[in-house]
């Protein structure tokens, strides 16, 4: 429209430049809907209104576009007129419907992928604490597995070394279970007994120490007193 204006006025350079504008506009649109058209990742929906858009991007262009430059080249003013009153308006009409409904499809897609994104970032969250609370429930019952099977005997094992040290020979064997605190605890329970054993032998020998000494002694006094009366 302005170069057909700058044209009817008699302005030629006005004219060439507005031409050339309208032209360079035209070229850089038609490059930028290709690359459009080309991107990669489009669902098939996506392909679909593709295709209604190029449809009427082209129907756009040749009907409404290229005969309005064409009539401003010939300096065709009227024409002009009536090509944009009548075949831009509608071709602009129906290319901004498909414009709408393309970019409707990829608003609500681009909201449902957040949606989904939020959802799984939650369900994230959720699996993390489960797995926190999870970790927190298996470290306990590690701790007492280890506390009643392990440390707990250990302790009683400990306390039943230390009686045996201070001469209590005469404690009973505790159940300490089959695993190694189990076979530790027989083998103090077997060197107990033997402690005991050995003790009982000392005593014995020293008590009959004692009864010998004191049957020596009492030939002794018997010897001695025989003596004298002799």
Known sequence: LQAAAALRIGDAEGF???????????????????????REDK????????DELATNYAAYRDKAIKPILEAAKNGEFEEVIS???????QWDDTYALSVRKAVRYLTDNATQINDNAAANSRRGYMLMA??????ILMATIIYFIIRYALLAPLDRLVARIQKIAEGDLAQHAGALGQNEIGILGRNVHQMQTALAETVIVVREGAH??????????????DLSSRTQHQ
Not at 43 to 50: H, I, P, Q, S, T
Request: hydrophobic residues 40%.
């Open 130 to 135: 489960i797995a926190f609370i999870g970790s």
């Open 208 to 221: 009959a120490i004692y009864q010998g000494a004191s049957e020596i002694s009492l030939g002794n006094v």
């Open 43 to 50: 669902f098939n929906v996506e392909a679909g209104l593709d």
């Open 16 to 38: 060439k430049k507005a031409l050339k504008d309208a032209e360079s506009r035209l070229k850089s649109s038609q490059k930028r809907f290709d690359e459009y058209l080309a």
């Open 83 to 89: 090509l944009e009153s009548e075949e831009a308006r």
